[in-house]
């Protein structure tokens, strides 16, 4: 398994230990190649998981939709989307 697969894994397990559910998605750039990775992990109700991605994917739509996509658009995370970082 790769090193980084493990890593993120590893990170999911703690994070379980003080959530229900847990998934997180990476990626990684390689200029060898110009390819990018996609790592993705899990643990807990996996229909919670996918309720909370699809309504962010929807939530994230709707914003793109308003305000015109912009490439240099980077998501920091939800307190920073409600203004309380």
Do not use: P
Not at 10 to 24: A, C, E, T
Request: glycine share 10%; charged share 35%; proline share 0%.
């Amino acid at each position: 398994m790769d090193k980084k697969q493990l890593l993120l894994d590893g990170y999911v397990k703690i994070l379980k230990g003080h959530f229900d559910s847990v998934r997180v998605f990476c990626t990684k750039h390689e200029d060898e190649g110009d390819v990018t990775f996609s790592f993705d992990s899990g643990r807990g109700n996996l229909q919670a998981q996918l309720g909370q991605i699809r309504a962010w994917l929807l939530e994230k739509d709707a914003i793109a939709k308003r305000d015109g996509w912009d490439h240099a658009y980077e998501c920091r995370g939800s307190s920073e989307d409600r203004g309380n970082e």
